[in-house]
Nanobody
Framework: QVRLVESGGGLVQAGGSLRLSCAAS????????MRWYRQAPGKERDVVAA???????YYTDSVKGRFIVSRDNAKNTVHLQMNNLKPEDTAVYYC??????????????WGQGIQVTVSS
């Protein structure tokens, strides 16, 4: 199994920056893609950014040009650099990881979530 723990959230003014980190432990060799999701009050949990095992990235349109996702496989970490933050970025952010099916079947792992609040 895999444990994911997020850190780096908090309160920031509009236009500021935050860097989220997600540390993975456990069966980390079986982790494939990793993602960041976010969920605002009353809204669905949506993917924000994703990164493949080899560094290919995806961003939802609303964060393109502002957020950067990266990973360090040796350290079993993934990061989300968030720049030029806007109030609409306020949400609980979740780290997510896919398990490689070759390791025993598909499993979806989640962190506990971390609050990001952007003030006007």
């Amino acid at each position: 199994q895999v444990r994911l723990v997020e850190s780096g959230g908090g309160l920031v003014q509009a236009g500021g920056s935050l860097r989220l980190s997600c540390a993975a432990s456990g069966d980390t060799k079986c982790i494939s893609a990793m993602r960041w999701y976010r969920q605002a009050p009353g809204k669905e949990r949506d993917v924000v950014a994703a990164i493949s095992l080899h560094g290919l990235t995806y961003y939802t349109d609303s964060v393109k040009g502002r957020f950067i996702v990266s990973r360090d496989n040796a350290k079993n970490t993934v990061h989300l650099q968030m720049n030029n933050l806007k109030p609409e970025d306020t949400a609980v952010y979740y780290c997510n990881a896919d398990r490689d099916p070759l390791c025993g079947g598909p499993v979806d792992y989640w962190g506990q979530g971390i609050q990001v609040t952007v003030s006007s």
